[in-house]
């Protein structure tokens, strides 16, 4: 298990690597003090790497349990809805780039909503509509931020 839980903790530290890399270059047209787009992304990224380095410390000082011959079913039902999202992350990046934010966000949380268990109809439709009006009134009407159009939206 430790093997995994260093894998993993490497692996987030240089995401959160690329992220902040990125973010640092969206706050270069940002002049004086006021905060950039970037700033929120490069703290949480932050964030990110110090929780990835208390799980390699954690990991270090935790106990030996290696006696254990495959700690991760690779084929278990957890692990195939782990795949699935994985798979729907890289069509929401794809979507995302098509038809912009709203409609690749709409698909990923109904998506993963229905994923993890929502059948109501309901909940399917209502919940994304709330959390997209949530982000456009936060990011478009009161930050004035312009979201991902896509390349057929442009």
Same mark, same amino acid.
């Given at each position: 298990?430790?093997?995994?839980?260093?894998?993993?903790?490497?692996?987030?530290?240089?995401?959160?690597?690329?992220?902040?890399?990125?973010?640092?270059?969206?706050?270069?047209?940002?002049?004086?003090?006021?905060?950039?787009?970037?700033?929120?992304?490069?703290?949480?990224?932050?964030?990110?790497?110090?929780?990835?380095?208390?799980?390699?410390?954690?990991?270090?000082?935790?106990?030996?349990?290696?006696?254990?011959?495959?700690?991760?079913?690779?084929?278990?039902?957890?692990?195939?809805?782990?795949? #699935?999202?994985?798979?729907?992350?890289? !069509? $929401?990046? /794809? %979507? *995302? @780039?098509?038809?912009?934010?709203?409609?690749?966000?709409?698909?990923?949380?109904?998506?993963?909503?229905?994923?993890?268990?929502?059948?109501?109809?309901?909940?399917?439709?209502?919940?994304?509509?709330? #959390?997209?009006?949530?982000?456009?009134? !936060? $990011?478009? /009407? %009161? *930050? @004035?931020?312009?979201?991902?159009?896509?390349?057929?939206?442009?």
């Amino acid at each position: 298990m430790k093997k995994y839980n260093y894998g993993i903790s490497v692996l987030l530290i240089l995401i959160a690597g690329l992220i902040i890399h990125n973010s640092l270059q969206m706050n270069e047209s940002v002049s004086g003090t006021a905060m950039g787009p970037g700033v929120w992304p490069i703290i949480l990224s932050v964030v990110l790497v110090l929780l990835a380095v208390v799980q390699i410390v954690q990991t270090m000082l935790g106990k030996n349990h290696e006696s254990e011959e495959n700690p991760i079913d690779f084929k278990s039902p957890a692990m195939k809805r782990i795949y #699935i999202t994985a798979a729907l992350v890289v !069509v $929401f990046a /794809v %979507l *995302l @780039k098509v038809l912009g934010f709203y409609i690749a966000m709409a698909f990923l949380l109904i998506a993963v909503m229905y994923l993890l268990g929502e059948r109501n109809p309901r909940a399917l439709v209502l919940v994304p509509a709330g #959390i997209l009006i949530f982000i456009y009134i !936060v $990011f478009v /009407v %009161l *930050l @004035k931020l312009n979201m991902p159009g896509g390349l057929i939206f442009q």
